[in-house]
Every structure is written in structure tokens, then in C-alpha cells.
């Protein structure tokens, strides 16, 4: 393909109009062309924008030929002295948030102004049909009680005048759920497929938890990191694209933010750190495999997994929040998290032999040999340690089935603490310990769930309509093997 990118196909490939030769083609040059990546996905993100639009005025999500050409024309006649080179195949090029809100503006006004003077009966007004509904059964100007969850309609317009960033059209209507599982009873600290058994008493409606909740998806040719309140209100855009892995600081320091970059199509290629707006972002490590940060909740310091040695096996390490004093903990693992005393931390092993599997527990000054498993089960995945307090939250799939289980830091008190046929998994606590965040496909639909361990109380944050948790076999992601949707993580901070 020649250098000067993919102008002249964007069009037939947003349209999926391409010969499969072709398309496959565009697909290589994206994977080596971050520009061209970036303009891909702001176009198809400016398309999206559009939908409901063009939904309502057509009844088709998209424009025919010949009004697109029209729009086309409206547009570079209604363009300003100053011109902003924002033409139908390349508006991608406008790289920050203020100037996409602003084309999307001006498509818009556009695709008005011709569909009115071609279509006879199209209304001039509409409203957008793109919302979210909030489980605490209101929007933020309007907070209601959430003891009886009620989905109410909140339009992303008002959402976007009170978001750091951009909306998120990828989602879509959340309900609130009341009391669908129930913490249960464990029965053997090695054998986690626990069978189900009721709570002796049900409790009282848990309040909703505040804080924000971080989350990446896989959209648009890139991974895009997404927060929003755990009542599904607030939803923004990290400003930074081609990032994920999120870790959100328990202590809201100036970079409460980690989170690993792909370079793809924004930033270095390592872990990186920055404020919630994405101001000064500065890289943390200097290993593009270097992966899961955590944050200490006592100190500026981190722990993340990397594969940045030759054999490409998995190990820990930690460094300081401003790149200082990076340390290798000489011992193999992944999915590291610390305990609240910043010293302690879990983490998913196995033994040198490769047998004993499951979650380890080691701390800070302790040599390589010292760590020892304190729950055998090999399916064990993203531990999460609470931050007040000996218990770990995790993900396993003993009986075929991804569900959430607790265990107590010293391997007792095991309990499993959902029994779902759906996918359950990448749990993340609340600042409080109280609330779980986590994953799920349940009614069919990926998206962010909370649940209170006490009560069992269960509420669906937001849904997925668009993106995905990782992304199609393609490099970089499937570098040193494959990646899987557990290898993304979540996190929840104040």
C-alpha cells in the first residue's frame, strides 16, 4: 500500500466494501501505521455519533451515496476563513477531544441542513436516542434515592457538559439487578467448584458505593480506557488512546492514573501514569511487556507482571511512581496486588516445576524462595486484595463456569460469591471493601456489574454495545501469545 496511508479506502472500508484481498491489506497497514489507525477510528467514531441522527431522519444508520456526497459539499461550504482541511475520509486527523466534539457539531449541522432541504417531512429537532440510564434511577443533575433502582433516561448531551472527555456511545441502558446471588459458604480450602448454598438471612438494600470505576475496551482499531460512577452516571473518555490495563491510585495523588501503552496509536510503549485528564502523562517502566500495574495504597509505588525477559515467562517487579528504584522480586507470577499495609501482596504462580498453582502470598523483603501458595487451584485469575482488610477477591472456573470466589489472605474462609451460568470475572473492590466491581456477559451483553459482598445486592453498572474486552489475533497484542479477556483488568478508585 502506498505511504500516503489509507485515504482512499476509509470510506469503502468503513462500508465494508472492500475485496477481501483489499481489506486485508488496509488491516496490515493499520497495524503499522498508528496515524492511520487513529484517523480509522475517529472516523468510525464519527459515524457513530451520527447514527442516531440519521437513524431518525432516513430510518438507516447511515448516509446513501448521494446524500453523502451532498453532505460532503454542505460541509466544505460551511467551513470558516480558516479552514480545518475536514473532509469525509480523513476528519480523523483532528487528534483532540474539543475538535472532534466540534466536526461531530458540524456533521451534524451538515447532515441537517441536507437531509431538510431534500427529505420533505424530516422535523428540524431531534433528540438523541444515544443514553444511559443510571441505576440510581436518575442523572446527575437530579439524584434520586437508590434503595428502589428505577432506569431513568439520561440524555449524553447533558452528560458530556459534565464529563472529563468524551461520552460513551459504546453504551448503552443499565438496570439495576436486587439481590441476584448471595455470598455462600465454603466447604474445602483446595476445592474452589463450591456448590451453592444460601445466605441465612437476606440484607437490607446497600446504598449505591460513590467512586469512579476504570475499564478498557477494545474498539476502533485500539483499546480506549472508559471511567464512570459505580450508579452508571458520569461516563467519560480517557483522553489517551491506545491504552488499557487500568490501575486507579487509592490515594488520589497528582497521577492517580497507571495504565499500559500500546503505542497504539498515542504514548510510549510501557507503563505509563498520568492525572485522571490525561495531563503530563510520564512513563513508569521501559518494557513494552511490562503489564497489570497495582498500586501500594501506603506510597508512590507500584507492582506489575512483565514477560520483558528472553524466555517470555511471567515475573514481578516493582518501581516508584516517577520511574525511581525499579526493583526485579525475582520470582514468577502475574496479576499482582497489594495488600493495604503496602508491604504484603497476592499474586497468580505456580511453583518452579510448574505444579502448585494458584494464589501466592509474599511480601516486599521477602527473597524469591520465601513465597509460598496459600490456595491450590489452577483456573485462579486476577486476584484483588481488599484495601481494608485480610480478604481476596478472585475469578475461577473449577466446573467450566467463570464465577467470583473470596478467600482470606491465609487460604481459610474460602466462599464462592457468585453462581451464575454467565461469565463472571476481573473483580475489583471498592475504596470502602464493601462492593465488588466486575465483568460479565449476563442477559447476553458484556458489561460492568457491582455487587456488596454482605448483602449480595447485585446492580449492572453499564453494558457494552460496542467494543470488546480484547481484541481480534492481530500484532501487538497476541506478540508472545494469545490474549485472552481475563488479561485486562479493572479498578476502582475514590
Not at 496490515?28 to 501505521?33: A, F, G, Q, V
Not at 497489594?338 to 504484603?344: E, I, K, M, T, V
Request: aromatic content about 8%.
Amino acid at each position: 500500500m502506498r505511504t500516503n496511508h489509507i485515504d482512499e479506502h476509509l470510506e469503502a472500508y468503513l462500508d465494508r466494501q472492500l475485496s477481501p484481498a483489499v481489506q486485508l491489506q488496509v488491516e496490515r497497514h493499520l497495524n503499522h501505521c498508528s496515524a492511520c489507525a487513529q484517523q480509522l477510528a475517529e472516523a468510525e467514531r464519527l459515524q457513530r455519533e451520527l447514527r442516531p441522527v440519521l437513524q431518525a431522519a432516513l430510518g438507516q444508520p447511515a448516509l446513501p451515496p448521494h446524500l453523502r456526497a451532498a453532505v460532503k459539499l454542505a460541509l466544505e461550504q460551511q467551513q470558516t476563513p480558516r479552514r480545518l482541511a475536514i473532509g469525509w475520509g480523513i476528519t480523523g486527523r483532528l487528534l483532540n477531544a474539543a475538535g472532534t466534539v466540534a466536526v461531530v457539531a458540524l456533521l451534524a449541522v451538515g447532515a441537517y441542513t441536507v437531509i431538510r432541504g431534500q427529505i420533505p417531512g424530516v422535523p428540524a429537532t431531534y433528540t438523541s436516542q444515544i443514553t444511559l440510564r443510571s441505576i440510581a434511577g436518575g442523572s446527575d443533575e437530579t439524584p434520586t434515592p437508590a434503595a428502589t433502582p428505577t432506569p431513568a433516561v439520561e440524555n449524553t448531551t447533558a452528560a458530556a457538559r459534565k464529563s472529563t472527555g468524551d461520552t460513551l456511545p459504546l453504551l448503552v441502558p443499565a438496570t439495576g439487578t436486587a439481590a441476584l446471588s448471595t455470598p455462600l459458604v465454603a466447604q474445602s480450602k483446595k476445592s474452589p467448584g463450591i456448590p451453592a448454598q444460601p445466605a441465612t438471612s437476606t440484607a437490607e438494600a446497600a446504598e449505591l458505593p460513590g467512586g469512579t470505576i476504570a475499564f478498557a475496551l477494545f474498539d476502533n482499531n485500539m483499546y480506549q480506557i472508559h471511567l464512570i460512577n459505580p450508579d452508571g452516571t458520569h461516563p467519560r473518555l480517557y483522553p489517551i488512546n491506545g491504552v488499557s490495563e487500568p490501575a486507579l491510585h487509592p490515594a488520589q495523588n497528582d497521577v492517580p492514573l497507571a495504565y499500559r501503552s500500546w503505542n497504539d496509536p498515542d504514548g510510549p510503549r510501557t507503563l505509563v501514569s498520568s492525572d485522571i485528564t490525561g495531563q503530563s502523562p510520564a512513563s513508569i517502566t521501559h518494557f513494552w511487556e511490562d503489564a497489570q500495574p497495582d498500586w501500594s495504597p501506603v506510597e508512590n509505588r507500584l507492582i506489575f507482571a512483565s514477560q520483558r525477559e528472553s524466555d517470555r515467562k511471567w515475573r514481578l517487579y516493582s518501581v516508584w511512581g516517577d520511574a525511581s528504584i525499579e526493583v526485579n522480586l525475582r520470582r514468577e507470577g502475574r496479576s499482582p496486588t497489594f495488600a493495604p499495609d503496602g508491604l504484603r501482596f497476592a499474586f497468580e504462580a505456580c511453583n518452579e516445576t510448574g505444579n502448585r498453582c494458584g494464589l501466592w502470598v509474599d511480601n516486599l523483603n521477602n527473597s524469591e524462595f520465601d513465597a509460598q501458595p496459600v490456595l491450590e487451584d489452577k483456573t485462579l485469575k486476577s486476584p484483588d486484595w481488599s484495601p481494608t482488610g485480610e480478604t481476596i477477591a478472585y475469578m475461577a472456573n473449577p466446573n467450566d463456569n467463570w464465577d467470583l470466589y473470596l478467600v482470606d489472605s491465609d487460604g481459610q474462609n474460602l466462599r464462592r460469591l457468585t453462581d451464575d451460568p454467565a461469565i463472571d470475572g476481573l473483580p475489583a473492590w471498592s475504596p470502602d471493601g464493601e462492593w465488588l466491581a466486575f465483568v460479565s456477559d449476563r442477559g447476553g451483553m458484556w458489561g460492568i456489574w457491582i455487587i456488596n459482598v454482605a448483602s449480595g445486592q447485585l446492580f449492572q453498572t453499564v453494558a457494552f454495545e460496542y467494543g470488546a474486552l480484547t481484541p481480534a489475533e492481530r500484532l501487538p497484542y497476541n506478540q508472545h501469545g494469545p490474549r485472552y479477556w481475563w488479561d485486562e483488568q479493572i479498578s476502582w478508585g475514590n
